[in-house]
């Protein structure tokens, strides 16, 4: 019954999204659904995992600069993205660039006190997801510089466990 009840939220959530994410009165919403959006398909919920649209709708969301937290998150996913291959061809470089556009917004809200968490839980594509979705769940958007650190580390020390983009 749980799983119903679920499916049933990431329906009525994708709904609100798609509506919200298509009109133009209120270009923050827009730019927030669209990230939103890109979430929903980079996860799959409610749908079928989708790294093509996912990607479509973090760009679309980053292109529109009503939202500067939708625009640095949408930066992170899509970093991820370019990091592990997930819909893309695997490009450091991009990551990189992604990657620091997103740590610059982030900065000033970290907390030094999770550092080393983040650091011993953060090793490949799913764990960065999992804990990307603690913050925002937990709206601890301070500890989302030390994810970047850890996926730059993870970069510079050749440590990214490759993945293909239908992966």
Request: glycine share 4%; proline share 1%; hydrophobic share 35%.
């Amino acid at each position: 019954m749980d799983n119903i009840l679920k499916e049933y939220r990431y329906k009525k959530a994708l709904e609100y999204f798609e509506v919200t994410a298509n009109q133009d009165h209120d270009l923050y919403s827009k730019a927030i659904a669209q990230f939103n959006l890109g979430l929903v398909c980079l996860h799959g919920r409610g749908i079928d995992v989708n790294y093509d649209k996912a990607k479509q709708y973090f760009e679309l969301s980053l292109q529109q600069n009503n939202s500067a937290k939708a625009k640095h998150l949408s930066e992170l996913f899509l970093s991820i993205m370019y990091c592990f291959g997930k819909g893309v061809e695997i490009n450091y470089q991009q990551t990189k660039d992604y990657l620091k556009q997103a740590k610059i917004y982030f900065e000033d809200k970290a907390n030094n006190q999770t550092k080393k968490e983040i650091a011993a839980k953060v090793d490949d594509y799913e764990s960065i997801l999992t804990c990307m979705d603690d913050i925002l769940k937990e709206k601890r958007y301070g500890d989302i510089p030390f994810v970047i650190d850890q996926l730059l580390a993870m970069i510079e020390n050749n440590e990214i466990k490759r993945g293909n983009k239908n992966q």
